[in-house]
Every structure is written in structure tokens, then in C-alpha cells.
């Protein structure tokens, strides 16, 4: 149980381009999601906290218009990377908490981004 | 400001030889202390959720412990498959974590 998926797993894409990454829930309804970001041999930096129905709330530092975060339903989130740039690149992962199971986040397998 | 701190930043062991990790916290209105494993290019596994100061939970070769100020992580008689980098957060609304430490088991 508490199976988290990301979609794609790896992205190349022009500077410029705009990107778009899922997260689903497979098998629960996830309360909220939330989005990382990762750089090599760094730790996990949270970029967003998203509920399903209303707008993320952004960590500072992070630039709402850049990251734009939808939470469509209870089993769905993306983040959308407009405007991607080579300082763009890193590894993105979701996570997302179970309904009534507490504070325990359950993470995806992330989305490694390249932007050239 | 929240902070957790994981020591040592690298650990190598042979098979069969214990050790303990460290985590060290100071998060406000804690809700829980959670240890997760993440092997490289993918996204952390979830191992344990404490709740309480001398609280304890189990699974395989590993042993998550609690107390007011830490928590560690035993693993007894690692195994090869073990390697990976051990992360530990401390959660509120939101996780904060630790840099992780990076296990190697050398067989």
C-alpha cells in the first residue's frame, strides 16, 4: 500500500521549454502533496505543499510563477516547470500524505530534469 | 528554525558488523521522527514513523529509537544490500530533513 507514482522519470528539454510532471497516488487518497527538489548529494529542499482544491503554498525562496503546481483531485498533483532553464535541472520528487494516516509522507521514484 | 542534523555523513562497515546512526533534532510542535532509506536516482523509502520519546520500532536488521533530543538508527549484522543513504526527518506540517547518512557495506 501507499504507492506513489511520478511521471516521466527522465525529461530533456530545450531552454525555454515549459515541462510538466505528474505525481499520482495509486492506491490511497492523499490529503496533500508535496513537491522536492534535490541536488546532487544535497538532501531534499521542499519546494511546495499542495491541497487538493486550493492554491500551494510556496516555500520561500521559490518562485510561485516558475513552479506552477495544480492538485486536480485527491490522487493527482503536477508541477509544471515554465520557462525551463539549465539551472532547472535536478531531480524533483513528489510525496504525498495518506487520509487519516497521520504526518507520514509516502515519496515517488522522482523525475530527473535536464534542461539544455 | 527548525533544524536535524545526521551523523556521521558516511559510514562504512564490513558484513556483520553493527553500528549505529545518529539524528539529532530540534523541530517545533513535533508530530513524528521518520527515517527513510533512498538508494541513488530514486525517491526516499519509507522505514519508520516514531511518535514518542522511548518509543522503538523494528524491521529486518534495523531498529529506529526515540528519545527527547534523538534518534538513532541500529543495524545489526548489515548486509551488502543495506548500502544506501539513510535519511532521517522530523515533521510537523511539513518534513524537515537531515543531510542523510551514506552506508556502505562492504562484503
Known amino acids: 500500500g501507499a504507492v506513489v507514482s511520478q511521471h516521466p522519470s527522465r525529461v530533456i528539454c530545450k531552454s525555454g521549454t515549459s515541462v510538466k510532471i505528474e505525481c499520482r497516488s495509486l492506491?490511497?487518497?492523499?490529503?496533500?502533496m508535496f513537491w522536492y527538489r534535490q541536488f546532487p548529494k544535497q538532501s531534499l529542499m521542499l519546494m511546495a505543499t499542495s491541497n487538493e482544491g486550493s492554491k500551494a503554498t510556496y516555500e520561500q525562496g521559490v518562485e510561485k510563477d516558475k513552479f506552477l503546481i495544480n492538485h486536480a483531485s485527491l490522487t493527482l498533483s503536477t508541477l509544471t516547470v515554465t520557462s525551463a532553464h539549465p539551472e532547472d535541472s535536478s531531480f524533483y520528487i513528489c510525496?504525498?500524505?495518506?487520509?487519516?494516516?497521520?504526518?507520514?509522507?509516502?515519496f515517488g521514484p522522482g523525475t530527473r530534469l535536464l534542461v539544455l | 528554525e527548525d533544524q536535524v542534523t545526521q551523523s556521521p555523513e558516511a559510514l562504512r562497515l564490513q558484513e556483520g558488523e553493527s553500528s549505529s546512526l545518529n539524528c539529532s533534532y530540534t523541530v517545533s510542535g513535533l508530530r513524528g521522527l521518520f527515517w527513510y532509506r533512498q538508494d541513488p536516482g530514486k525517491g526516499p523509502e519509507f522505514l519508520f514513523t516514531l511518535y514518542s520519546a522511548g518509543e522503538e520500532k523494528e524491521k529486518e536488521r534495523l531498529k529506529a529509537t526515540l528519545t527527547k533530543k534523538e534518534s538513532f538508527l541500529h543495524i545489526t549484522a548489515p548486509k551488502p544490500e543495506d548500502s544506501a543513504t539513510y535519511l532521517c526527518a522530523g515533521g510537523n506540517e511539513k518534513l524537515t530533513f537531515g543531510t542523510g547518512t551514506r552506508l556502505t557495506i562492504i562484503p
Open positions: 510525496s504525498a500524505k495518506v487520509r487519516g494516516l497521520g504526518e507520514t509522507q509516502y
Open positions: 492506491d490511497f487518497q492523499a490529503t496533500t
